[in-house]
């Protein structure tokens, strides 16, 4: 199994030149269905039926995994058995016709202004981390943009003379401003913290660790949980977190949906429509919570 595994490694990475971290949670997928055969004694992940894979897909659901969790374990098992399919280890892909369940979506839970201003408060900017985490924080709030867009950008993405992001890849671009405070700690951050912490000239990454390295996902999610757990603020924060406040703060302030969908980088207004459905939520809940009549 290790073997064919190893091999849908190089598959992935040569032949899909799929994303790291599609390449990450494929492997951990496929690793982990490896082990479950090993626990049925099986001899190989190539010889499985179509109804062992529907059990293991079963026993997830009872194990509470969540149903967007199942559909990206069957993508990650669809991949790896076309890949075996494709080097003749196996006649048909075991996978054909399992499905995962209704994906629900869940609405995303939001900070309230006040937790946002509580929460981009807490880095101490007389010190070069917390001058560095004051502008990852407000340049998060400030633009809504993911993690894995903050981590890759340049140095020359910004414009902090007229205050605007420039974020472009091979098949989008968007220019995204930023407010005073934003570009303050930004300013802030470019002249007192990363010309000391950044050595390397070839280093064009804005933001990077205290050692001058690049900053990654796992670094910036534990940053945003520490400052969150200091301001005390009792919500289960991630930085996408910070994107769906972003959002639906505009949205409640009466931006219309499809300039928060342009900001966003959606592709699709139904993915920015989530947003409205939790306004309109959070009315209803304050409606029955507050007007005498509905209690």
């Known amino acids: 199994m290790k ?5 849908f490694e190089v598959y992935l990475k040569e032949t899909k030149k799929s994303s790291s971290n599609t390449l990450e949670s494929y492997l951990r997928d496929v690793s982990q269905f490896a082990s479950y055969c090993d626990g049925l004694r099986l001899r190989s992940t190539a010889n499985i039926r179509n109804e062992q ?9 009872k194990s509470g995994k969540s149903t967007a969790t199942v559909t990206r374990v069957l993508a990650s098992l669809r991949c790896y058995y076309t890949f075996l399919c ?3 280890l196996c006649k048909d892909n075991p996978v054909t016709g399992i499905k995962a369940g209704k994906n629900v979506r869940k609405l995303p839970e939001i900070l309230t202004a006040r937790e946002v201003t509580l929460l981009l408060s807490q880095p101490d900017c007389s010190e070069l981390k917390g001058c560095r985490d004051k502008a990852m924080l407000e340049m998060l709030y400030a633009t809504g943009i993911k993690v894995s867009e903050l981590i890759n950008i340049k140095v020359t993405d910004i414009n902090l003379q007229i205050g605007i992001l420039h974020l472009h890849t091979e098949k989008s671009e968007r220019i995204i401003p930023m407010y005073p405070e934003a570009i303050k700690a930004l300013q802030n951050y470019c002249a007192n913290v990363r010309n000391v912490v950044v050595i390397d000239s070839d280093t064009h990454e804005l933001f990077t660790n205290m050692n001058g390295q690049p900053m990654t996902r796992q ?6 949980k520490y400052y969150a757990e200091k301001a005390h603020i009792d919500k289960d924060i991630t930085p996408h977190t910070i994107r769906h406040s972003f959002a639906a703060h505009l949205l409640e302030n009466g ?6 969908q342009e900001i966003l980088g959606h592709s699709d207004l139904s993915s920015t429509q989530v947003y409205a459905q939790l306004m309109r939520n959070r ?5 029955k919570k507050y007007h005498p009549m509905a209690r």
């Open 3 to 7: 073997a064919y595994i190893k091999e």
């Open 86 to 88: 494709s080097m003749g």
């Open 283 to 287: 009315y209803t809940q304050s409606y």
């Open 53 to 61: 894979i529907a059990e293991y897909i079963d026993e997830l659901h």
């Open 219 to 224: 670094g910036l999610w534990k940053i945003i």
């Open 255 to 260: 931006a219309p949906l499809k300039d928060i």
